[in-house]
């Protein structure tokens, strides 16, 4: 125990987006309660405070670091490339103040793969390092991969439709066309950027936001792999809970949600990111409308090209959604997908939507929009097999069908219970004895080793 007593502050370097801040605060949590000091280093684009649930957390801002309106005008590749170029110097400033106030008290720097910035800081100081995935094993799998693929030769494969509907040799049951590709970036552009966050540098281990009871074959994999401890420790949520929106969430959905019959609801809710073309929205609203089951729909201001939220929709959008259906900005999402009226979550697949939502045995319809969501699709419909995949263009008929098999069918009623069973098992995952609760022991113990780095 000495040497945490010496050494017992952890730094946090995440990533300025909700997919990638929520579990990097809770793994700061889970840190937090092992008698770990927590030290969060944001750029200026992120919006995480000392609230209440982080008073303990000590905060500090890189300097000259990029703003919302960089990511607006630049788009998320180019975001991620400007902010490594320009953060580096910033966040040695940073790492130099904090040693200088708190002394030689640095266990460790755990950073977003995304941030690999801070490797340049971590080695100039001579500080361990942890790389932290906020994907599933297997998108890490994936982006390994592809880090190594002809960049022109794939491309060319991508558009070939015979090719792109076929099993990736090796990554069975991905197709050519789940591989997390991005929509916001040219095939080179992603493929360069993989090729960084799967270059582990310097780093003594890698912690990833999954089980064993999931992604066993993907996590054997990286650990062959990556020739350094890989530690499994999620899911995050479950084990640390730490509220952590950047946007303001519509408790009212809970009030509707009380007045619903028990399994009837499907939640809607496609992240943070992505968008949706009015004519894509119009079909969806028809589709539920005839599918005769309450919805709640979460449409998130900006997610509809050129407009600022739902003024853009046609009397025709509003009159559907009136009849059986409830809108807001942001839901409470833990709280809707523990809610007994709520039967299904039509979602991006997004990996803490996808985690959240089987931690409450809640089977799925994926319509994935970009990167690991589409490997996360797959799996869910393929692999544990509580999910109905839409492809393609969307038409209400195909919507319809898709919420009567996940709410009404006896096919949903079989999802539902396999989805409880894996619920029940990321449950026991994580308590004491379980294979994510060990996993932490595990890494926690390592930094209390001299020998860590």
């Known amino acids: 125990m000495e040497e945490l007593r ?11 987006a909700q997919g990638h801040v929520t579990p990097i605060m809770q793994l700061g949590k889970a840190l937090y309660s092992k008698g770990f000091s927590i030290t969060v280093v944001l750029t200026q684009y992120n919006r995480v405070s000392s609230s209440k649930d982080f008073s303990d957390f000590h905060f500090l801002t890189i300097p000259g670091s990029l703003t919302e309106s960089d990511l607006k005008n630049l788009g998320p590749f180019k975001f ?34 995304y941030m690999y910035f801070s490797q340049a800081a971590v080695k100039e100081f001579q500080l361990p390092s942890v790389l932290f995935s906020t994907t599933s094993a297997t998108a890490f799998v994936c982006r390994s991969v592809l880090s190594r693929v002809d960049a022109e030769s794939f491309l060319l494969d991508m558009k070939d ?4 509907d076929k099993v990736f040799p090796g990554l069975h049951p991905l197709r050519y066309k789940d591989l997390p590709t991005s929509a916001f970036g040219p095939i080179e552009s992603i493929l360069n950027v993989y090729s960084e966050t799967v270059n582990i540098r310097t780093a003594s281990a890698v912690i990833i936001n999954s089980t064993s009871c999931l992604e066993n ?18 899911p995050l949520h479950i084990a640390a809970s730490a509220p952590s929106s950047l946007l303001e ?31 894509d929205m119009l079909e969806m609203a028809w589709g539920l409308s005839n599918s005769n089951q309450p919805f709640l729909w979460v449409i998130r201001p900006g997610s509809i090209p050129g407009s600022e939220w739902t003024e853009s929709l046609t ?20 709280d809707v997908l523990r809610h007994p009226a709520v039967g299904g979550f039509w979602s991006h697949c997004g990996w803490n939507s996808t985690l959240e939502s089987i931690g409450e045995g809640v089977p799925m319809i994926c319509r ?7 490997v996360n699709a797959r799996y869910l419909e393929r692999v544990w097999r ?11 008929g195909t919507v319809e069908r898709a919420v009567e098999r996940l709410i009404v069918d006896e096919e949903g009623a079989e999802m539902r219970k396999r989805a409880i069973n894996l619920k029940e098992k990321l449950e026991a995952s994580v308590r004491s004895g379980g294979s994510s609760c060990s996993s932490l022991d595990n890494f926690v113990n390592s930094l209390k080793m001299k020998n860590f780095m």
């Open 249 to 279: 969430e519509d408790r009212s959905c809970i009030e509707w949600l009380n007045k619903q019959k028990l399994g009837s609801v499907i939640y809607i809710s496609l992240g943070s990111l992505a968008l949706m073309e009015t004519k």
């Open 6 to 16: 010496v050494k017992r502050r952890i730094v946090l370097v995440p990533v300025p």
């Open 217 to 234: 074959s993907s996590l054997a994999w990286l650990q062959r792999e990556l020739q350094v401890p890989v530690y499994p420790i999620g």
């Open 386 to 396: 509580i999910g109905v995949q839409l492809e393609g263009a969307l038409d209400k």
């Open 161 to 164: 439709p015979k090719v792109s």
């Open 80 to 113: 991620l490339f400007k902010l490594n170029q320009i953060c580096e110097a910033g966040f040695k400033q940073c790492i130099g103040q904090l040693l200088q106030e708190q002394g030689n008290d640095i266990a460790c720097v755990v950073y977003d793969e």
């Open 368 to 374: 994935p929009f970009t990167g690991d969501q589409k």
């Open 315 to 334: 009397e025709e959008f509003s009159r559907l959604v009136s009849e059986r259906g409830y809108i807001v900005k942001w839901a409470p999402q833990m």
